[in-house]
């Protein structure tokens, strides 16, 4: 069985990735910034990506996206892509997508967190917060989730590591490494396994409101419609 071509991005920091993969084979992958001033920088890279790997769009048989928690921008641009991808027409029609944790991307994209263990991938939430979920890496390399995804005080996360046995990580973390989306490769039998997700409700993971609807839910008293 041909393994299929996967196209995964992840904007969940102010760092966008992308990776063209054949089953767990990289065939290359970017790192682009996201607050770029005047331009998207993300579409234009993925572009290219494709080019470079000497395959084209219409070659991508599997949309993987991270679902965040994250950059509130950033989650929204990648989402924005991979859905247009997903559902392009044609003759082939929709191809399967998928979301992934931005915070699983964090321990499947990166060599450090490759040696078996725990470890808890941490992403800033802003105002003293951050976002943490928990993970076990086993002994064959496979990665299951043992605490999910909450969001809690910066304080806390020593206290965390200390009662999970494990070792804290992400963008601003000791061992300092952040999602990327070459980390799909790691997740090809949880991805075989999993159930495409519907295009037409699929929404990422903001973790918490935006500051701006916030705002506006705490001027008036009520949730914004529609958010």
Request: glycine letters at 10%; one cysteine or more; proline letters at 5%.
């Amino acid at each position: 069985m041909t393994e299929p071509l996967t196209l995964a991005l992840d904007a969940s920091t102010y760092t966008g990735t992308a990776a063209l993969l054949c089953g767990a084979a990289q065939l290359g992958a970017i790192d682009v910034p996201m607050r770029s001033v005047g331009r998207e920088t993300l579409l234009p890279a993925v572009a290219d990506l494709v080019h470079r790997s000497g395959r084209a769009i219409d070659d991508v048989e599997r949309i993987v996206c991270g679902s965040g928690p994250g950059s509130f921008t950033g989650l929204r641009i990648a989402a924005s892509m991979a859905k247009a991808c997903a559902m392009r027409t044609g003759a082939r029609g929709e191809i399967p997508f998928f979301g992934v944790s931005s915070l699983l991307l964090i321990v499947a994209g990166n060599h450090v967190a490759r040696e078996p263990g725990r470890y808890v991938a941490v992403l800033d939430a802003l105002r003293g917060d951050v976002y943490a979920a928990a993970f076990e890496v086993g002994d064959d390399l496979a990665i299951v989730e043992i605490d999910a995804m909450s969001v809690r005080p910066r304080h806390s996360l020593d206290s965390v590591a200390m009662r999970l046995g494990a070792r804290l990580v992400g963008p601003d973390q000791a061992l300092r490494i952040a999602p990327h989306a070459r980390g799909v490769a790691r997740l090809q039998s949880m991805l075989d396994a999993a159930v495409p997700a519907d295009l037409a409700t699929w929404e990422p993971e903001y973790g918490r409101a935006a500051a701006a609807q916030q705002r506006w839910e705490e001027a008036h008293g009520r949730p914004l419609s529609g958010a």
